[in-house]
């Protein structure tokens, strides 16, 4: 039955019922009449609050630990496609690209399938294996493409998808996405990678010479132990100013001294400075990039060691607790000796 009133007509509820119940027993447990609740007392509210900020500092490290595996993992698929990039041009040419022309001026000299390429890295000869087929082809070999710049007809200003690190504290240059931070130089129209060749498979110690003509099936070590690159941040410096002389980026299209994409070289000008194969030193563990990086070192950007492509086209991550000794005969292709029980 419809019952009007409930709560203004006293008579109604003395003289009515509802299925035979008195009204008034209806109307005491009726939610009609019922008073509301009283509200969240303050204590009551900051406990609330309490518990909500304790769940959110539990779940930001596992969101962050998250982020950092995802961005490893990206790493280190970077790593293999340009290992495997490497072993695909070795395929088609039977011999590795040299690292870099003399610098970004001149052209290769060393006979062979790269020979007069001007100012060109180990890095432009991959892009066709890189789905950057396009661009270099825009290269041509010639100075216009490659050293006229730089500027956005230059192709050592594209930034490459494969070639950047998405752990980089710079991504962002004031160029864009996948340019210099620097104006050191000014390395801001370049574009930067976060990977780096090593100069003793790439170049010719004993001449001494960025030019190398070197087989992988000829390493003295093998292909399972030496090192083909490295990561590296894409801007580094040690003044604590970004912008300052000792602020350098790794620039993947650029021959010139001291803002190569070269390690095992370890001066200033990543220039060899005598014939040999020196010691190569260390890579750094996450430096701060403008602090305390040392540009022609390498450094790794994750937690849990550097990551790195071996000349058999694998990747791994190295320890950050490996000893000097054995990273640098990881990247020694030709000193015989095997490596430490902390490779492993």
């Given at each position: 039955?419809?019952?009007?009133?409930?709560?203004?007509?006293?008579?109604?509820?003395?003289?009515?019922?509802?299925?035979?119940?008195?009204?008034?027993?209806?109307?005491?447990h009726s939610s009609f009449c019922s008073k509301s609740r009283p509200a969240f007392t303050l204590i009551e509210l900051l406990v609330v609050i309490a518990i909500?900020?304790?769940?959110?500092?539990?779940?930001?490290?596992?969101?962050?630990?998250?982020?950092?595996?995802?961005?490893?993992?990206q790493c280190l698929n970077n790593l293999k496609q340009i290992a495997l990039a490497t072993h695909a041009l070795h395929d088609a040419n039977k011999v590795l690209p040299p690292f870099s022309a003399p610098n970004q001026t001149s052209a290769i000299t060393l006979a062979g399938p790269y020979k007069g390429a001007i100012?060109?890295?180990?890095?432009?000869?991959?892009?066709?294996?890189?789905?950057?087929?396009?661009?270099?082809?825009?290269?041509?070999?010639?100075?216009?493409?490659?050293?006229?710049?730089?500027?956005w007809g230059y192709i050592s200003c594209n930034p490459i998808p494969v070639y950047i690190c998405p752990s980089e504290p710079?991504?962002?240059?004031?160029?864009?996405?996948?340019?210099?931070?620097?104006?050191?130089?000014?390395?801001?129209?370049?574009?930067?990678?976060?990977?780096?060749a090593n100069y003793y498979v790439f170049g010719d110690p004993n001449r001494p010479s960025m030019e190398g003509a070197n087989k992988l099936q000829n390493l003295p070590d093998g292909t399972s132990n030496i090192i083909l690159y490295a990561e590296?941040?894409?801007?580094?410096?040690?003044?604590?100013?970004?912008n300052g002389a000792s602020t350098?980026?790794?620039?993947?299209?650029?021959?010139?001294?001291?803002?190569?994409?070269v390690f095992c070289v370890d001066n200033l000008t990543k220039t060899?400075?005598?014939?040999?194969?020196?010691?190569?030193?260390?890579?750094?563990?996450?430096p701060h990039p403008i602090n305390g990086c040392v540009s022609y070192l390498t450094q790794t950007l994750h937690t849990g060691g550097m990551l790195v492509a071996l000349a058999d086209?694998?990747?791994?991550?190295?320890?950050?607790?490996?000893?000097?000794?054995?990273?640098?005969?990881?990247?020694?292709?030709?000193?015989?000796?095997p490596l430490g029980a902390d490779w492993n």
């Open positions: 039955m419809m019952i009007e009133g409930l709560c203004t007509n006293k008579e109604t509820k003395e003289r009515s019922s509802v299925f035979g119940i008195p009204l008034s027993f209806v109307l005491r909500i900020a304790i769940l959110i500092a539990l779940l930001v490290p596992a969101v962050q630990k998250v982020r950092e595996a995802a961005t490893r993992a100012g060109y890295t180990v890095f432009h000869w991959l892009l066709p294996y890189v789905e950057q087929g396009p661009l270099f082809e825009k290269g041509k070999y010639n100075s216009q493409t490659v050293t006229g710049g730089p500027g710079y991504p962002n240059g004031p160029e864009g996405y996948g340019m210099g931070a620097s104006l050191h130089g000014p390395a801001t129209k370049w574009s930067f990678g976060n990977y780096a590296r941040y894409g801007t580094c410096g040690n003044s604590g100013d970004i350098y980026c790794n620039l993947w299209g650029d021959a010139t001294t001291g803002w190569r994409p060899p400075s005598a014939v040999g194969y020196p010691a190569c030193k260390l890579f750094q563990d996450r086209g694998s990747v791994r991550s190295v320890s950050p607790g490996i000893s000097a000794a054995t990273s640098t005969q990881a990247c020694d292709p030709r000193d015989g000796a």
